[in-house]
């Protein structure tokens, strides 16, 4: 859980660059992310292993509360095995993500066609889940409509009925593709904080302020998150992932398509021979 908080900074953070909200509370205590109740998997098939959706399926029968979040991952599992094949590809003479596309996202990068096709994708995979809020991107200056009619044309996305906030970037080290670098996805998810109320009728400054509230959702503390995840594309297609209890690692399987679970109940070594860290940005410190 630590790790996936870590990662997910620099987004909360980029996201939070392109707007100002009042100062809001979160009422919910961090104390009550941390009570799902683990799965246990007495039998499992040797061929297939434990599934994501099994996994997920599993989580829910034990945590009803969090039962949505199955229809959320089962989103996020798509994006990300069609992100893996889109990076796979990437390099190839035909492939429509070579070169860059003009413009510069928010941390001052300059964007990748493939970051712009591969925040494409995230956003529609969470989109049609209809469990999200609101939903901020790396690659977005504010958060923004999941799919505009125009994409020139930025709306803010908010409903009251819908549960839960994302913050993502979807393809963490995109320019490592260049030389065959893992590159990766990183996703949180907080809920919805009681107080985001929405008129729908509401007009000029009352209107962008009640917007700023609920967008507040998106710099929520770390200690907040009800899940949080990162998808891996190396040498396999790795998806890790928590739920506030335990973390636990998939492996795409592509023979069955299928993310199988491979390293549950993952942990930082209490002791280790190697430390590792980016010099390059000390200065940065």
């Not at 109740?37 to 040797?46: A, G, H, S």
């Not at 690659?139 to 409903?159: A, R, S």
């Amino acid at each position: 859980m630590k790790l996936a908080v870590v990662l997910l900074v620099s987004i909360i953070v980029g996201s939070a660059r392109g707007f100002a909200p009042k100062q809001t509370s979160f009422s919910r205590p961090p104390s009550s992310l941390f009570k799902t109740k683990p799965p246990v998997f007495d039998e499992v098939c040797e061929t297939t292993g434990v599934t994501l959706k099994r996994f997920m399926s599993e989580v829910a029968l034990l945590n009803p509360e969090i039962t949505e979040l199955t229809t959320l991952f089962g989103g996020i599992e798509i994006a990300c095995k069609a992100l893996s094949n889109l990076v796979k590809r990437s390099q190839l003479p035909s492939s429509e993500t070579l070169g860059y596309e003009g413009n510069v996202n928010i941390q001052g990068e300059d964007q990748k066609k493939l970051d712009v096709i591969s925040n494409d994708i995230l956003k529609r995979a969470l989109r049609f889940t209809g469990k999200l809020g609101v939903l901020a991107s790396e690659e977005e200056d504010t958060p923004v409509d999941l799919m505009p009619e125009d994409p020139k044309t930025q709306e803010i996305v908010i409903d009251e009925g819908d549960r839960y906030v994302a913050v993502f970037d979807p393809l963490d080290g995109s320019s490592n593709v260049d030389a065959g670098i893992p590159t990766g996805t990183i996703i949180g998810i907080y809920e919805h904080d009681e107080s985001c109320d929405i008129d729908f009728d509401c007009v000029g400054e009352e209107c962008t302020e009640q917007e700023a509230q609920c967008l507040a959702n998106t710099l929520q503390p770390g200690t907040n998150l009800v899940a949080a995840a990162y998808c891996l594309y190396s040498s396999s297609t790795f998806l890790v992932l928590t739920l506030g209890s335990g973390t636990y690692g998939f492996t795409l399987d592509e023979n069955l398509g299928e993310f199988v679970l491979s390293h549950p109940n993952m942990t930082i070594p209490e002791t280790s021979s190697i430390m590792s860290f980016n010099e390059a940005n000390t200065f940065m410190w």
